[in-house]
Each structure stands twice: as C-alpha cells, then as structure tokens.
C-alpha cells in the first residue's frame, strides 16, 4: 500500500511539473506570438532621402466627375528637392513645396493646387496615388532618372 501511495505522489508530482512546463511554453509561446505578429505598416513607409532626385512618369491615370484620362503625364518629370520643394515639366502640376508624413505626401503648387497622396516606393519605381483639392483622382507612376 505504501508502495501504491509513493507511486501515486510520485505520478502527481510529476504531472505538476509537466502542467507547469507547458504553462510556462504557452506563455512564451503567446508572448512570442504578439510581439512578432503586429503590423507591417511600417515596411511601407519609404525614407525620405529615397524620393529625392528627379522622376520620369512611365504610367498615369487621371479621373474626375466621370471622365478620365490615360497617360496624360507620361514623359514629364518630377524632380524632388532635399529642402522640400519639387518642381515638374507639367504646368498642370508646376512647382511647390511637399511634406512627407510617414507613407502620405502632401505638396502645394502656387497659391491654390494642392495635392495629397500615399507614397510607394519600390526600388526605383514611385507611385503616387491621390486627389487634388480640386477633385482630380490620380495614379502616377514614375521612374528614376537621377539621385541628387
């Protein structure tokens, strides 16, 4: 009988620390978990010191009340300024100044163009894609010619 009791305590305490072992794994492995899935948001946001230098456009969409235009921009350039500014061979777009906030880039031109668009940067493709306060939707894809 003694024997069948040390047996069974033995057995429990055994059970205790394999309880307590995978307790402690699921904890770690929990905590793992949601600290290494949170968002990628970030991979997006491309350095600013990236975009600087002068763009060529390859690909453009404009759209506005129910028209639309393809390629409108293609062959202008860009050219983005490390102080801010920016300046195109578009009039339509002309010369202002830009600010970056994160994967957002919101430039004005003159007195009264503004545009607001979200930034992808992928090697040395740029996509603009956004509005202007006039009501023009717009996709820009352009190409870099040179870094400044």
Request: glycine share 8%.
């Amino acid at each position: 009988m003694a024997i069948l009791h040390n047996l069974i305590i033995f057995t429990m305490d055994k059970k205790k620390n394999l309880f307590g072992l995978t307790a402690i794994l699921m904890v770690a492995m929990i905590s793992l978990c949601l600290t290494s899935c949170g968002s990628d948001d970030d991979d997006d946001v491309p350095e600013t010191s990236s975009l600087i230098g002068t763009w060529k456009c390859v690909d453009s969409y404009d759209e506005w009340d129910g028209g639309h235009v393809d390629d409108y921009m293609v062959g202008y350039f860009l050219v983005v300024n490390a102080d801010n500014t920016f300046t195109s061979t578009s009039s339509s777009i002309g010369s202002g100044t830009y600010t970056i906030s994160g994967n957002k880039m919101t430039a004005k031109a003159g007195t009264s163009k503004t545009f607001t668009a979200t930034i992808s940067l992928k090697g040395n493709t740029l996509v603009l894609n956004g509005n202007t306060n006039d009501g023009i939707k717009f996709k820009y894809t352009f190409e870099k010619v040179t870094s400044k």
